[in-house]
């Protein structure tokens, strides 16, 4: 809708929208693609986009094809982040530890409460170790389907002391001893996911002396009798 202007000339409607209504109507947008074509109108809209960035609480990457440059361009912007996924649920997902590198300087990542890594594969412990080394705050990290080893075990032990649950499924190179790390060091612990993971039983009572409510999945029963959560392999 236009409306007239002096001198004969025309003005969209959602133009007269002050910059602060308009960032608060882009941060409605889910569709990324959508976020790039609204900051290519104009000046002011890629201002609004960058401003509805900064708001956003949640950032999902969850099912697009993303990189390693677009992920950090966003995250970058997005000052007040608490909630990071970059779930790698769509194939061709190109995240390298030069991702989480540059991610890693971004300002919301010491505020971030919970992170995904879930499923890329690409990432080491190299990149798991910087970002993870700055995300101090996190409660929640779910790195299940990766590659990493007892190293960013022992880095989420050191930088993370409010870590509540961590997601562990499927990762081979984790062995008992960094598992007992983490559990001694993270003692606000509630839940860990090792399913997939080739642990003695040892460990697993071990990691229940240190912390006895712990729940270690999946399910299983100890001798005891009791019902816990451990993994079968």
Known sequence: MLVD????????VIDRLPLDLLAHIFTILTCFKDMARASRVCRKWRQ???ESLARRRIL?????KMDDESTTRLVLLAYGLKDLDISRSRWGCMLTDYGLYQMSNAKCIG??????LWGVAAITDKGVVQLISRATSLQHLNIGGT???????????ESCPHLKSIVL???R???EDGLLVLVNKC?????????????????FIGMLTISPALQIQPKGILGDGRSHLWAIY
């Open 5 to 12: 202007m002096e001198g004969g000339e025309y003005e969209a």
């Open 48 to 50: 609004g986009v960058k």
């Open 60 to 64: 999902s990457f969850s099912g697009w």
């Open 111 to 116: 505020n971030l409460s919970s992170v995904s």
């Open 147 to 157: 590659f990493i080893t007892d190293s960013s075990l022992i880095a989420i032990a």
């Open 169 to 171: 499924w499927g990762c």
């Open 173 to 175: 190179h984790v062995t």
């Open 187 to 203: 003692r606000k612990l509630e839940s860990i996911n090792v399913w997939g993971i080739k642990i003695p039983l040892d460990c």
